[in-house]
């Protein structure tokens, strides 16, 4: 088994409420909405008018730039382009589409006539125009990290850890749909031209384990499954090659820079089915759970379906739910309306109605270095906290704030209910606030001196 | 389809889960650490022992809440931090401590070393340490009086009638005279806490029972009290002032020493944050303690090392930063060399 990376927590993994439930597919919705930024990048540009017929599958979003397109996730007409909130908080230019229940595909979707003959620059192109994204949360362009990273990549990692609590989308497919898995990863392995790709699992899905192992055996496919031992944040994409690898990737780096890729579960799934069906990202395995939930289940859903319809489906939430989260409990986002569309990043929605918050009212900081031990990226987030309270933006910067991802986890640990993460996110405004100002002093300064010249 | 207009959400910052450890909680596994302690002082030094602890923790709680209503400050009691306070406090006195003087001790942690300095986390020196140094400067007679072993401490405080102060084993092993002591106590003895001295510090088995604790529910780490008793005794099996391993043994058993890096040396406030930090901290404790006890002019230098770290704590701290993620040490040479 590997060994477990630097720092993290290891809290109740809570997906006990859905792990055995079969993922089930939720009635087709009458509209859905799907935003423009679904990915790590500038948002699209819809490519369709306002009474357009669009077929699923169909593009609606173009990219410029660092991204990736956008389909249609059902057919019908375009009822509406306008602003709309969205799970990442705040509103985007959306795409409303009026379901017609034909579920005609476009003819835009072709299944290649002989997958396993594609060349790899082929295959490229077809993640490309399928819009795939890093489906677990990131949402970084899954093409430019294939193109960036062939060559240069020696390890191909499927990061299955899925160390979210809650969180049981991944450890469902591994169950029922582990060729796809397997497929997908034996696509990638021909992409980056390495005999083996490694699938990382936490041991709290051992039967999901067994299932990769027995699909693999079947098909002699160039995958290894490596169980992981429990500890959040281990789908973190540095500390899944921590675990795997025991390399490092550098503070500013990208995972190429250690040799390595990661690719999601679930991306690796869209990768399988644009590569063998033609068919885009249209769908979504979303969990949804949570103490407010009345019936937990997991459900596969088209793109854009309002998260209203998901909590139905569910039989709605319970009395006293004070908090709606989009992703899981550690990373995600709360959402204030249950008004906002499901998109490629949304693995989970939690609704949560008894005592997870936890707040006081006065947290005063012990100094008991719990937050430093749970650090992944070996930060001291108790001496962050004093620098980013007290406006202290030289010292943040000293003390690495930028290299925070934000897990949580240092939060999570604290006995004292200091709002850590919260402050950081703050804190690295500061930070990139003065750069700002910085640069732009630079910039006048050197104008100034040009016109002196003058 | 349900209308969810109608829910309050609240959106705050991620992680919206916590864990189960909370600043009381912690403290509460303190005290239930020192509950075996607390336990043997009452059986070895009478009821007095119990009366003295509580007048304490009543005391600390009382000052630590009045001065946080009067200061208009949110207020922190239920955070059964005074509470632990006022335990070691007691713990660190000779149980013939007047009550009166043991208020004088609490008011001195709490209002000035601990609330003047902004509460819980904010103080730089152990609140009860240095209670225990103010008493110990103010009324040395008082606190340097010892209950002869087996002897109960009067109601009240105060030596019983016709008892006279007998000398710690602390004081044999300042001047070397092991067969002295050896008369008094042997090194069962010694474990066990059938010898005088503070309170709370004379057994040290209980003491053990109750930092195992404190390390079996992770709310302190290894380092400091093993980096501690560690290097007092390399220190004294190293250069013993009579006999050898025996010294040795004598010294780790005798004084505050467990009750010093299980209890004292561990507080969060005043120590480092980093294991690495807490190691070094624990070595700095070792060797301040064999030096007073050696060199000083005191018998017992567990309270003054631990304070003298204490004022290191924000330098060790500076220096035993962990190198953060992504930082090999290639790349650190590299650095350098630049």
């Known amino acids: 088994m590997a060994q477990a990376f630097f720092g993290g927590v290891h809290p109740h993994d809570m997906k006990a409420a859905t792990n055995e439930k079969a993922i089930e597919q939720l009635a087709p919705p009458a509209t859905v909405v799907i935003p423009m930024s679904m990915h790590f990048g500038a948002p699209c540009t819809p490519i369709v008018k306002v009474g357009d017929q669009v077929k699923v599958g169909q593009k609606i979003g173009e990219f410029k730039g660092l991204g990736a397109p956008i389909h249609a996730s059902v057919s019908g007409t375009v009822k509406a382009i306008e602003p709309r909130p969205f799970s990442m908080g705040g509103d985007m230019v959306s795409v409303v589409i009026e379901n ?33 994204v890093g489906m677990g949360g990131a949402t970084f362009p899954t093409h430019v990290k294939i193109s960036g990273g062939i060559g240069k990549v020696k390890d191909v990692l ?98 190429a820079d250690v040799g390595c890729a990661v ?38 859903c088209p793109i854009g379906t309002p998260v209203s319809l998901l909590l139905d489906a569910c039989g709605g939430v319970k009395d006293g739910t004070y908090k709606l989260i989009a992703g899981g409990p550690m990373m995600g986002m709360a959402q204030y309306t249950a008004d906002i569309p499901v998109a490629k990043g949304t693995g989970a929605i939690l609704a949560f109605c008894e005592k997870e918050e936890q707040t006081v009212e006065h947290p005063q900081c012990i100094r008991c270095g719990k937050c430093v031990a749970a650090c992944p990226v070996h930060l001291e987030p108790l001496f962050m906290y004093q620098y980013a309270e007290k406006g202290m933006v030289d010292e943040l910067n000293e003390a690495h704030i930028m290299d925070c991802m934000e897990c949580g986890a240092c939060a999570y640990a604290c006995p004292a209910r200091m709002h850590l993460t919260h402050m950081f996110k703050t804190g690295k405004q500061l930070v990139k606030n003065k750069m700002a100002a910085d640069r732009a002093a630079a910039e006048a300064k050197k104008a100034a001196e040009a016109k002196k010249e003058a | ?296 002019s005191y018998n017992e230098g567990v309270c003054y090392s631990i304070m003298v770290m204490n004022c290191c704590t924000a330098l060790i701290d500076k220096y035993t930063k962990p190198v953060r993620f992504g930082v090999v040490k290639s790349d650190k040479k590299e650095a350098a060399a630049k």
């Open chain 1, 100 to 132: 017609d229940f034909q579920n005609t595909v476009s003819e835009e979707v072709k299944a290649p006539a002989d997958p396993d003959a594609l060349t790899v620059e082929e295959m490229v192109e077809i993640v490309k125009n399928a819009g795939i």
């Open chain 2, 1 to 296: 389809m349900t209308d969810y207009k109608n829910l309050k959400l609240i959106a705050t910052s991620n992680p919206h889960i916590r864990g189960s450890e909370t600043t009381r909680s912690i403290m509460l596994d303190v005290i239930i650490a020192m509950c075996p302690a607390l336990i043997w002082a009452i059986i070895y030094f009478g009821v007095e022992a119990l009366l003295l602890t509580a007048v304490s923790v009543i005391g600390c709680v009382v000052f630590e809440g009045l001065y946080r209503k009067l200061m208009h400050k949110p207020q922190s009691i239920d955070d059964l931090s005074a509470v632990v306070t006022g335990m070691l406090l007691a713990f660190v006195c000779p149980a013939t401590t007047p009550l009166w003087m043991i208020l004088i001790g609490d008011f001195f942690a709490i209002i000035v070393v601990k609330q003047l300095f902004g509460g819980i986390g904010k103080n730089f020196l152990n609140p009860a340490l240095a209670g225990r140094a103010a008493l110990l400067a103010s009324y040395a007679g008082a606190m340097t009086t010892w209950l002869p072993a087996g002897t109960k401490a009067a109601i009240g405080g105060g030596m019983p009638v016709d008892v006279v102060s007998a000398a710690t084993p602390l004081a044999y092993l300042k001047t070397g005279d092991l067969e002295g002591l050896k008369q008094i106590a042997s090194v069962g003895d010694m474990f066990l806490g059938k010898v005088g001295g503070s309170m709370g510090e004379v057994s040290a088995l209980m003491l053990l029972i109750g930092g195992l604790y404190l390390i079996w529910r992770k709310v302190i780490n290894w380092q400091t009290p093993v980096a501690y008793i560690a290097t007092v005794a390399v220190l004294t099996v190293l250069f013993p002032k009579a006999g050898g391993a025996e010294y040795m043994l004598y010294s780790i058993f005798g004084g505050g020493l467990f009750l010093g890096a299980f209890f004292m040396a561990t507080d969060y406030a005043t120590s480092p944050v980093t294991k690495k930090g807490q190691l070094i901290y624990g070595i700095g404790c070792g060797l301040f303690t064999v030096f007073i006890r050696y060199f000083g």
């Open chain 1, 158 to 255: 499927i990061n299955g850890a899925e160390c979210e609590p809650y969180i049981t989308g991944d450890h469902r497919a591994m169950l029922e749909r582990p060729e796809e898995i397997i497929g997908g990863a034996t696509y990638l392995a021909k992409m980056f031209g390495v005999d083996k790709v490694i699938i990382g699992v936490e041991d709290n899905k051992q039967n999901g384990i067994d299932a990769m192992n027995k699909v693999i055996a079947e098909k002699k496919a160039p995958v290894v499954v490596e169980p992981l031992r429990c500890r959040y944040p281990q789908g973190g994409e540095k500390q899944l090659i921590q675990a795997i690898t025991g390399r490092q990737v550098p503070p500013g780096g990208l995972p």
């Open chain 1, 263 to 300: 690719f999601n579960i679930n991306t690796t799934i869209c990768i399988f089915k644009a590569i063998t069906t033609g068919m885009p990202v249209v769908n979504k395995v979303v969990t949804v759970s949570g103490s407010g939930i009345v019936d937990p289940k997991n459900i596969e």
